[in-house]
Each structure stands twice: as C-alpha cells, then as structure tokens.
C-alpha cells in the first residue's frame, strides 16, 4: 500500500510542476503587409520561424519554451522573389537576403519587442520595446491571462513624422537613434558613458520618450520600461488599433525594482470523481494553459518501473 501512495505522489510531483510557457501571437493591423523577423537569443531555441510574410489583418502564433528570451519585430518595405524567397526589406532587414532570418537580427532602425520568459511555474517574465535601435513604426504588446503587473507597453506614436532632421533616414521610411546617427558614446552609452551613472538622456531620446513614455529610449532607461507578468501569453501589434493605443497610454508602468504581485502559479489538484486519490487523465490535466506538463506516456512509464522495484 505504501508503495501506491509513492507512485501517485510521484505522478502529482510530475503534473502539477509544469513549466512556465508563453504563446506569442503577432497581429497586423497595419495598411500594408509587414515580414515578423524573430531573433532567439543565445542559449533559447529557435522557434517555428525567424521570419515571414503577415498581410493586413493576419495573424500567427507561436509557443515558447521555459526560459527562453528574444526579440520580435517588423520589416517592412520587402520584396522577396516566389520562387527562391531571395530579397531584401527596406527597414528592419535582418541580412539574410530571405524571407526567413536564419539567426540575423534586425538593421537599424527598427522597433523592437524583447522578452525573456520565466524558467518555470510561478515565474516572472520580463518585456519591453526597445527605440534604442531606432523606430520604424508603431508596435505595441498586449498580455493576457496572467497575474502580476501585466502593463501593456509599446510605441504607438508615427515617429517617422516627429523624427528630428538629423536622424532622418533619406531613403525610408524610419528614426534613427542618436547613437546610430552620431557614432558617440555620449548617445551610446559606451565608453566613459557605460553606467547609468554617467549615461542620461539625451536630447534625442527624450523625442522619443515624449512621443512613447513606456518605451526604452536609450540603454539606461530601465525605471519606466521594462514591464512584468507571470504565465501570460502575448500579443504583437504591429499599428496598433485606437483601443489599443488607449490601453499603451492608460496602463500604469510597474514602479522601478519591484516584485510582481503574481501568487505561486502552482496547477490544481484534479481528480476523478469515483476515486479522489487517482488524477482524471481524461478530463484535463490542469487549468492553467500556460503549464506545459510532462507527457503522460512518461508518467505511466514510470510507474510501471517503480512497480517492478518492489
């Protein structure tokens, strides 16, 4: 009898310690067909695509694995041949010549969305948009379904019509950041500038903290731009519709340092009703869709050989 009790410990162990997961959708809500460029960072896993073709008014999903972090955003302008899927984008290009980026990240200037994803159940993920590279358009993030701060955050101002005239890109349509313009490490943040100490901000990346205030608009910018949230999915919009630019402004900020409010993000205990000490395989496994639970072929197998040991 002891040994029933150590194998349902075990299949409750292996159930309901589910991984933190994040399902990023990207939704196109601009005039114009934009190509998502996908950059996973060292050490994630790449996902179902690093780059592709998203129409006015498509969308496309993709599930992350625990712990992974990246960035998303739009290249724009592009034209790749059908046959070869050989070509090149105006702004956001990420070198590879294909629709797909294949590791490449993205030329400035460009609107960036960055993440790193929780390691496990009950942690916190971290987001932000980045201008430190540059605008190319407006782009916000939306979560959902999670617990904690949760801010919505983005750029959903047209920058390209506020752009000072120094950072101006002649031949399209995009803001260059005062680092790229200038090469300083004043407007750079290297150097003698490389702490937040002695990095402030600038005329220039105030321009664009004026124009999107929960955006990163130079390296240190951290206190107003970097957003929290415990087993949230995330939604990418690239022009962003009147309704959501509402919630980017309206949204508060979370205050700088702070911990989320997310509780333990621990799975429910759900079992059968005919027997109570059994879980219900078959009625489901958890009511948080962001566990990812250990497939249940592994579970019974380990039954089997903790059955043979005794």
């Keep these: 009898m002891g040994c029933f009790f150590i194998h349902i410990a075990l299949i409750l162990v292996l159930l309901f310690k589910g991984a933190s997961c994040a399902t990023f959708t990207l939704v196109n809500k601009c005039d114009y067909t934009v190509w998502p460029g996908i950059l996973a960072n060292a050490g994630s896993s790449g996902l179902d695509s690093t ?24 290249r724009t302008g592009c034209n790749f041949d059908p046959n070869t899927q050989q070509g090149s984008c105006t702004t956001g290009d990420c070198g590879s010549n294909q629709v797909q980026c294949n590791g490449g990240g993205a030329s400035p ?15 916190q993920d971290f987001y932000d948009v980045s201008l430190v590279d540059g605008y190319n358009l407006p782009l916000i993030v939306d979560p959902s379904g999670g617990s904690g701060t949760c801010g919505s955050t983005g750029c959903v101002a047209d920058l390209n019509q506020r752009c000072p005239n120094e950072l101006r890109v002649a031949d399209r349509p995009a803001c260059r950041s005062a680092c790229e313009a200038f090469r300083s490490p ?6 003698a500038y490389a702490s937040p100490a002695t990095c402030k901000p600038s005329i220039y990346s105030q321009v664009f903290k004026s124009a999107c205030p929960k955006s990163y608009s130079y390296a ?4 107003t731009s970097t957003f929290t949230c ?4 995330y939604t990418i919009t690239f022009c962003p519709s009147t309704t959501s630019q509402k919630s980017a402004r309206d949204s508060p900020p979370p205050p700088s340092g702070s911990e989320s409010e997310a509780g333990t ?3 429910p205990l759900i079992v059968n009703n005919n027997n109570p000490w059994f879980p219900n395989f078959f009625t489901g496994l958890s009511s948080n869709p962001h ?5 249940l072929i592994l579970t019974l197998t380990l039954i089997i050989f903790f059955s043979m040991q005794h």
């Design 230 to 233: 415990t087993g949230a999915d």
């Design 51 to 74: 780059g592709f073709e998203l129409r006015p008014g498509g969308s496309r999903s993709f599930q992350t694995p625990p712990n992974w972090s990246g960035r998303f955003w739009g």
């Design 220 to 223: 240190y910018d951290d206190a």
């Design 291 to 295: 566990s990812c639970p250990l497939p």
């Design 265 to 267: 993000g621990e799975m």
């Design 186 to 191: 004043e407007y750079c943040c290297s150097g």
């Design 109 to 123: 200037p460009a609107t960036l969305a960055e993440f790193t994803i929780g390691s496990g159940s009950g942690t």
